[in-house]
Structures are given as structure tokens and as C-alpha cells.
């Protein structure tokens, strides 16, 4: 009798002619007989039964979707086990189309261009669906080997959205997306895609950052401000930088680090949370300095290093010093401008090629603007203070007859500073709003959360005078 795992290992019989393989004959020690006859097992190897199977060579049931490899029967299971050839289906519904990632790759630039978005890897990019869109696809424009999806669920509290890999073996790829909506409000989530064959509409993929109803802008997530499809950095000598991460939580590994008796590995955080080892359920207890030794050692420089950034730290501490770089790459706000650098870098770009449009000014004093309706912004460049380029938004608030007026500051690092804002309507009548700027890494046209709205009855000869205040300090001494 051959059993489904008879092809793998070495095959055993008993004294009547049965057959069994090694992991078989293992779980049957203790009763020592065959599980057809009942007669005794011993250790007669069968290595006749051995050398047949092993020359049979099979294809691989891939073979349909471009799979060449033809093998023995007992190495054809290894084999299919990381077949890149594993047929992927198409993500949208009325699709049918099947087929390994990279042709269902080829399949989603030819027939549904539409429904994908270009990136490349560790750089930021932008992105726009309506919120009742399920999901978008996610091309990387030089491997062709993975379709990302970034789904977009429904839930009680608002959407929750995330990111999977569609691909034909196991991938793993961290990744960040942060949503921003309007003034200081912004939503943030990083974690590491998970993968799969098709397209799954549910919402346990990874860690999920909800974003509530009333945060929707005209029913679009117009304010995806970044969604990072971040892969593991490249390491010299170090053919896969997953080895680094925690085989419970995946995120990095960082001292301390510990392991079971058998080898196994936890970080310490995962240690304080189980009991048990993942992977074998013995105790935790073993300090791995080896690892941790190897952890610190690996150097990286800091993704920002283009704009100016001269970094290099530790391999679990880069990336939250990235979150802080004062180097974080901000575009210019004029619209057929593509200019990205620092926001030192910004602030100087601004003054040598948009000088025209800047209005300077000194903090802790009044200075007047006065510029058309119609200008979506006007640029305010502190004397002094070359880190940082303010911004007054002039939009439409959805609803009022008038302008929305607020300032938010273009900046690599969050900031934040008091600002008021007056508007004379009358001899002896102001309308006047003092609040705080907001932090953002490009211009966004829309209304900000705090604003002062100056109706249309009170704009004379289509223009805005107004009387602008920023403290230099977040709060004033007299606060």
C-alpha cells in the first residue's frame, strides 16, 4: 500500500510486503505494525521501491502557466512548493483571467491600465480612489515578479485599508501609507504586506489604519499623501535582509534577542507576549548575543541621503529616525513646478526661482498681503528662518459664499506655530481667527481644518487685504 507521502524519503516494509515511508514508520514505533496487515515493522529498507521512485521524472503541474521543470517524483513537491510559475488570478471581479504574477502582471498594464498605479520602490508616491472603490493595483515599474493591491474595506468606524502582494510565491515587502485631510489631521500605518493568489475583499491583512466616515473629502480620499511600498533595504553580504526580523511580529529585530533550545528566535517584545516558541513550543529563555551582535553591526544611510541627509545608524534604528529626517524630500507648491528637496532646500529654490510669488516677513510682527481671489496660495518666506516655507491656502470652503483662509507649513520635520490672520470689513468691523499651523510635505488645495472665512459680500475689486501675525513660538510667553 503506498500512502500520499510515500514519494518523499526513505521506504520501509514489513515482514508481509506493505510499503511505508520514514516519517510513517517513525509515528508507528511504539505499536511496531503495519497499519494494513498488522504484522511487524522492522527496519527492512526498501530501496528497490526507493530507486524506482526516484527515476520517475514528472512535470510540474504548473506547467500550463510556463513552468519548464521536470523532475524526480520524490524533488517534484519541494519543487511546487516555490514554483514561480503558481497561478494568480486577476483581481477584478469580471475578470477571469489566470495565470503566474508575472504574466498577470503583463495582463494588468494590458487590459485594465486604468485600475493601476506606477511606483517604484522606496520612494513616496500618490494616490487617488474613490471611496467605494474596493481596492487599487500597484505596479512596481522594474519587477514584474509581484501585483500589489491596496484594498480599500468598509467598516463600522469608516474604511480600513492595507496592502497584499498577488503573487505566485511568498513575498514580503514592508510598507507605509499615510492619509492626510486637511489641517493637523493625518492617519498613519506601517506594516508588511501579506501574500496570496487572488484578490481577498476582507479586512485582516496586515495592520489596518481606519479612517472615519466624516474623513472623506467630496467622497474621495483625495488626501492619500504617500502610500510606501518599502522593501527590505539591500545589505552587502547579506543575500536576504528578512533574516534580520522577527519571525513572530516581522518587524525588525533589535537588541534584545532571544531563542529556544532549538534555535529558534524571538524579539523581545514578542518574548513578553508568549510563553511558548512559535515554532516549537519550547520555552523562550536563551539570550542570542550572536544575533544581536550582527544586528548592530549592519549600517545604513538614511533613504533621505539625495536631499542632503548624511545619517548612517543601525539597521532596527534607520527607520524611525526617518520618520523625523530633517531631510524628508517636500515639492514645491506651484503647480508646474516639479521641484523636490529638503525643506532648506525648498525655502532656497523658492527664493532663486518663484521670488515673485514669496512675500517675506519677520516672525512676532504684523505684515500686510494683498493679492487676487483667485490665487489658490501665496508663499510666506520668513526672513530668518530658512527651514521652512509657509503657506496662506485661499479655497472654497464647500457650502459658505467666500474664501476659507488658513497657513500650514511646507516642511521636512512636523511644525508648528501660532498665526492670526485679520481682515478688515468696515471702519471700524475685523473679522479675525488665530490658530495653528499644520504640517505638510506638499500643497494641498483644500480647505484646511481651522480657517477664517471671509464672505463674498466683504471681497472688494476681486482682491484679499489682509493683516497676517506669526509668534516664533509655538505658544506665546502671555498664553
Known amino acids: 500500500m503506498l500512502t500520499n507521502c510515500i514519494f518523499f524519503g526513505r521506504k520501509f516494509q514489513c515482514q508481509t510486503g506493505h510499503v511505508i515511508c520514514s516519517s510513517c514508520l517513525d509515528k508507528l514505533v511504539k505499536k511496531n505494525e503495519c497499519p494494513t496487515c498488522r504484522s511487524s515493522v522492522g527496519n527492512n529498507r526498501n530501496i528497490a521501491i526507493e530507486k524506482v521512485l526516484q527515476s520517475i521524472a514528472v512535470t510540474c503541474k504548473n506547467s500550463e502557466y510556463g513552468c519548464e521543470e521536470k523532475t524526480s517524483l520524490d524533488k517534484i513537491h519541494d519543487h511546487e512548493k516555490k514554483c514561480e510559475h503558481v497561478p494568480c488570478s486577476c483581481p477584478l471581479a469580471s475578470c477571469n483571467f489566470l495565470g503566474s504574477s508575472s504574466k498577470l502582471y503583463q495582463h494588468f498594464t494590458a487590459e485594465h491600465s486604468k485600475s493601476v498605479v506606477q511606483f517604484q520602490y522606496d520612494k513616496y508616491f500618490k494616490v487617488s480612489l474613490k471611496a467605494k472603490e474596493k481596492f487599487l493595483g500597484l505596479q512596481e515599474e522594474k519587477d514584474d515578479s509581484v501585483l500589489f493591491v491596496l484594498h480599500n474595506t468598509s467598516e463600522k468606524s469608516g474604511r480600513s485599508l492595507s496592502i497584499n502582494c498577488i503573487c505566485s510565491k511568498y513575498v514580503r515587502k514592508r510598507y507605509k501609507i499615510r492619509a492626510s485631510f486637511g489641517s493637523e489631521y493625518s492617519l498613519k500605518s506601517g506594516a508588511i504586506t501579506s501574500s496570496s493568489k487572488r484578490c481577498t475583499d476582507y479586512s485582516s491583512l496586515g495592520n489596518l489604519r481606519r479612517l472615519g466616515r466624516n474623513n472623506n473629502i467630496d467622497h474621495r480620499m483625495e488626501a492619500f499623501e504617500a502610500a510606501r511600498a518599502k522593501r527590505s533595504r539591500k545589505i552587502n553580504g547579506l543575500a536576504d535582509p528578512d533574516v534580520l526580523d522577527c519571525p513572530v511580529c516581522f518587524e525588525l529585530l533589535a537588541p534584545s534577542v532571544f531563542q529556544c533550545e532549538n534555535g529558534h528566535i524571538a524579539c523581545s517584545s514578542c518574548r513578553s507576549r508568549i510563553d511558548q516558541c512559535h515554532s516549537c513550543d519550547l520555552p523562550i529563555?536563551?539570550?542570542?548575543?550572536?544575533?544581536?551582535?550582527?544586528?548592530?553591526?549592519?549600517?545604513?544611510?538614511?533613504?533621505?541621503?539625495?536631499?542632503?541627509?548624511?545619517?548612517?545608524?543601525?539597521?532596527?534604528?534607520?527607520?524611525?529616525?526617518?520618520?523625523?529626517?530633517?531631510?524628508?524630500?517636500?515639492?514645491?507648491?506651484?503647480?508646474?513646478?516639479?521641484?523636490?528637496?529638503?525643506?532648506?532646500?525648498?525655502?532656497?529654490?523658492?527664493?532663486?526661482?518663484?521670488?515673485?510669488?514669496?512675500?517675506?516677513?519677520?516672525?512676532?510682527?504684523?505684515?500686510?498681503?494683498?493679492?487676487?481671489?483667485?490665487?489658490?496660495?501665496?508663499?510666506?518666506?520668513?526672513?530668518?528662518?530658512?527651514?521652512?516655507?509657509?503657506?496662506?491656502?485661499?479655497?472654497?470652503?464647500?457650502?459658505?459664499?467666500?474664501?476659507?483662509?488658513?497657513?500650514?507649513?511646507?516642511?521636512?520635520?512636523?511644525?508648528?506655530?501660532?498665526?492670526?490672520?485679520?481682515?478688515?470689513?468696515?471702519?471700524?468691523?475685523?473679522?479675525?481667527?488665530?490658530?495653528?499651523?499644520?504640517?505638510?510635505?506638499?500643497?494641498?488645495?483644500?480647505?484646511?481644518?481651522?480657517?477664517?472665512?471671509?464672505?463674498?459680500?466683504?471681497i472688494v475689486s476681486n482682491r484679499l487685504d489682509l493683516e497676517i501675525y506669526i509668534y516664533k513660538d509655538r505658544f506665546p510667553t502671555w498664553l
Open 285 to 458: 529563555t536563551i539570550r542570542n548575543r550572536a544575533i544581536e551582535k550582527v544586528i548592530e553591526s549592519v549600517k545604513l544611510a538614511c533613504i533621505n541621503a539625495e536631499y542632503g541627509c548624511n545619517e548612517t545608524m543601525s539597521y532596527y534604528q534607520i527607520y524611525d529616525h526617518e520618520e523625523t529626517c530633517q531631510h524628508a524630500p517636500c515639492s514645491c507648491p506651484v503647480s508646474d513646478c516639479d521641484f523636490i528637496g529638503s525643506s532648506t532646500q525648498l525655502y532656497q529654490h523658492f527664493t532663486d526661482k518663484h521670488k515673485n510669488r514669496a512675500t517675506q516677513f519677520r516672525y512676532n510682527k504684523y505684515f500686510r498681503i494683498s493679492f487676487d481671489v483667485n490665487e489658490k496660495f501665496v508663499a510666506l518666506q520668513e526672513e530668518k528662518d530658512g527651514s521652512v516655507l509657509y503657506i496662506l491656502h485661499n479655497t472654497t470652503e464647500i457650502g459658505y459664499p467666500g474664501k476659507a483662509l488658513s497657513i500650514s507649513c511646507i516642511c521636512s520635520v512636523e511644525m508648528s506655530k501660532r498665526y492670526k490672520i485679520i481682515k478688515g470689513i468696515g471702519c471700524d468691523t475685523t473679522l479675525t481667527m488665530e490658530s495653528t499651523t499644520s504640517s505638510l510635505q506638499r500643497f494641498l488645495d483644500i480647505p484646511l481644518r481651522g480657517f477664517l472665512l471671509v464672505p463674498t459680500a466683504y
